[in-house]
């Protein structure tokens, strides 16, 4: 089974700032997929990246960008130039890549964390 | 765009009533889930679904029962309301590998 583990219950940064959230996961699989989602108060999650463990380089998507450590199994979300609308509760969650297996696309998530963006 | 639409934002329930929550997607995803979130307890899974019928028990299905007869609808049903069901239900779908896709929420309260 998987575990995913966010360290940081709450953080947060002054708008414009650069802020880093921890992710840690224990797997024995060799494949997998992370993800990072973001749900802001009262609003609904969505998707903000993914990452495919085979792939070596981190991905980005606009100011966000992830350091993803396959050794040891670490994968944190970068946030630049934070802004107020990046206030939100953040999700990091596993996936193990299972085509045409039972795995059904489940996810296993952290507990989240709070990040407050002040102006 | 990828859509996850739930049936209702809020709903208020009396205990022992029976409860349907409905969630249908437009992206034509095999896989759809239902979880509640709570404070301090994360997201839960309580069934998903990999098929029209098929469905397989999440962490915590006690109390909860599932039912998808068409592909892109999975319904949450509550057969007896009580008040620990109070909580934020939560739809995804997904697609392999490409993560999943949640609806806006139904945040329940049973009196």
């Known amino acids: ?119 | 765009d990828v859509k996850v639409t739930q049936s209702s934002r809020y709903l208020v329930k009396r205990t022992g009533e029976k409860v349907f929550l409905e969630c249908v997607q437009d992206m034509d995803h095999e896989n759809m889930f239902w979880y509640r979130q709570d404070p301090g307890l994360g997201l839960r899974l309580i069934y998903f679904s990999y098929d029209v019928k098929m469905k397989e028990k999440g962490d915590i299905p006690e109390g909860y029962s599932v039912s998808r007869e068409k592909k892109e609808r999975f319904s949450l049903i509550l057969e007896s309301a009580s008040t620990n069901q109070t909580s934020m239900y939560l739809c995804a779908s997904s697609s392999q590998g490409k993560g999943q896709f949640f609806g806006p929420g139904t945040r329940l309260t049973v009196l």
């Open chain 1, 1 to 119: 089974a998987q575990t995913v583990t966010q360290s940081q219950p709450e953080m947060s940064v002054q708008e414009a700032e650069t802020v880093t959230l921890s992710c840690t996961y224990d797997t024995s699989e060799s494949n997998y997929y992370l993800f990072w989602y973001k749900q802001p108060p009262s609003r609904q999650m969505i998707l903000v990246i993914r990452q495919e463990a085979y792939k070596q380089q981190n991905a980005t998507e606009n100011r966000f960008s992830v350091n993803f450590q396959k050794a040891a199994k670490s994968f944190s979300l970068k946030i630049s130039d934070s802004q107020l609308g990046d206030t939100a509760m953040y999700f990091c969650a596993f996936m193990k890549h299972d085509p045409g297996g039972t795995s059904y696309g489940k996810l296993t998530f952290g507990q989240g964390t709070i990040l407050t963006v002040h102006p």
